[in-house]
């Protein structure tokens, strides 16, 4: 979930205890949770698929975004193109394997650019989300973009990608709640995108499903998971009873922060939540503090 549910939870219209914001966190991360009831405004955070989408969504094309953000044309055509043809080689190696460029046998023939080929083009790769995400970045738009349009079924030169808000309404609350989706179309057939970025999201999946609305998308929502390498047809995880109860129960809100909490570490959400800075940036601690904060280190500081 990561980015959508941060989107979501600045929305306007969405009340800060609503029950299905508090299940979604509660999903995505009890300390999460914890500091959103604390009145915690979150950051957005930056996460390259998201970014690959939000661009291309708006029709711009690889090359147009990276000479914008500042990189040569030396550095596109050699270090770019480098990374654009071992990708496409390595492809054509190993068929048999969705995106095989994601897994750790691609780092063998691939090596990345060092600190020299980067001088200078640093405020270039803020643009695009760092770069941590360099690579990632590139790939979703060169290839993971045409790969979950073909695993929708749909033909990726006419195909037209936009984020758009889908209504969440049950019978268990009586106002609405506003989350963020991807919605494709080819011109014949429309579907909704929910990225993967955490387990939380197919309980996202879950909702938009059963419960989700929507004037300008036709019912019901044939909902997709876009993974990393492939797009698959959501299968629910709970029915709409159990979604129902679930919505009920998240009344309950954490009055003290949960502990300890090393499930974010351990899953990887950190990375994608917007509470990053509370948890580990501004705290400047080991991380054995924050684990078992009641033991008394001393750090040296
Ligand atoms: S930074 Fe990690 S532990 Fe903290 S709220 Fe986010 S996911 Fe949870």
Redesign the pocket.
């Known amino acids: 979930m990561g980015t959508m549910l941060f989107r979501s939870l600045h929305h306007r219209e969405n009340p800060r205890g609503h029950p299905v914001l508090v299940a979604l966190l509660r999903g ?5 949770l ?2 959103w009831r604390q009145g915690v405004e979150p950051e957005e955070p930056v996460h390259p698929h998201v970014l690959a989408l939000d661009h291309i969504s708006q029709g711009k094309r690889l090359g147009d975004v990276l000479r914008e953000a500042g990189f040569s044309r030396e550095f596109i055509a050699q270090e770019v193109g480098r990374y654009l043809n071992a990708v496409d080689q390595f492809r054509g190696q190993h068929t048999g394997i969705p995106a095989p460029e994601t897994t750790p046998f691609f780092a063998r023939v691939f090596r990345g650019i060092g600190p020299q080929g980067r001088f200078g083009m640093d405020r270039a790769a803020e643009v695009i989300g760092g770069w941590e995400h360099f690579y990632e970045y590139i790939r979703t738009h060169a290839f993971l973009f045409e790969d979950w349009a073909t695993s929708m079924h749909m033909e990726p030169e006419k195909v037209r990608v936009e984020q758009q808000m889908v209504t969440i309404m049950s019978t268990a609350q009586r106002t609405p709640v506003y989350v963020p989706v991807w919605v494709w179309t080819d011109g014949h057939n429309v579907t909704v995108g929910i990225l993967y970025q955490s387990p939380a999201d197919l309980l996202l999946a879950d909702l938009v499903q059963f419960f989700g609305r929507s004037d300008a998308l036709p019912l019901p929502f044939p909902v997709w998971i876009m993974y990393p390498d492939r797009a698959e047809p959501h299968t629910p995880v709970l029915n709409s009873n159990a979604l129902t109860a679930l919505i009920r129960m998240s009344g309950t809100i954490p009055a003290q922060p949960p502990y300890p ?1 090393p ?3 351990y ?1 990887g ?2 990375r ?5 800075s ?3 940036e501004a705290q400047k601690k080991p991380r054995t503090m924050f684990l078992f904060r009641d033991i008394e280190v001393d750090t040296g500081r």
């Open positions: 995505f991360c009890y300390q999460a914890y500091w909490w499930e974010g570490m899953t959400q950190c994608v939540c917007g509470f990053r509370l948890c580990w």
